[in-house]
């Protein structure tokens, strides 16, 4: 499938579901792209499986926001989005910063990155958030 983003505008939390984190944004973030908080200036910018810092994911923006701005952010719970989902399928952060991609992706990645699981899909437009960081890096 390769890395995909949701559409903006239909991501949203489920009310009285979803865990809600709240910080500032360090970059340009849009909502339903995966998150870290910059342990440097603890600013939420866009997670990436590139490094151990990055690859720490704490969810998925559920807002939009550029740099300096508040952003939210689900850590939990279930988050719904465009129908881009197959129901039963673990999502990882993708190969590219603030992108989504299905587990098995990671498995023939011919790229090293970090494991970092986001959450499982309930639905095609339903992921239940529980993001992982392995802090392994995959050879």
């Known amino acids: ?6 559409t903006s505008s239909a991501v949203a939390p489920i009310v ?3 865990q809600i984190a709240s910080g500032t944004a360090g970059a340009t973030i849009n909502a339903g792209q995966p998150v870290y908080v910059d342990p440097a200036d603890n600013k939420v910018k866009l ?3 590139t490094n151990a810092t990055t690859a ?10 550029v740099a300096n701005q508040p952003i ?3 850590t939990g719970g279930d988050l719904t989005v465009n129908s881009l989902l197959t129901p ?3 999502y990882v952060l993708g190969s590219n910063p603030g992108f989504l991609s299905p587990s098995a992706d990671l498995d023939a990645s011919t790229n090293s990155r970090y494991g970092t699981i986001l959450g499982i899909a309930t639905s095609t437009t339903n992921l239940r958030l529980g993001p992982l960081a ?6």
């Open 1 to 6: 499938m390769g890395d995909f983003t949701f």
């Open 16 to 18: 009285g579901n979803t």
């Open 47 to 49: 997670a990436a499986n």
């Open 56 to 65: 720490v994911a704490v969810g998925l923006a559920v807002n939009s926001a």
């Open 72 to 74: 939210e952010y689900a």
């Open 88 to 90: 039963a399928t673990v």
């Open 134 to 139: 392995s802090g392994v890096l995959n050879p």
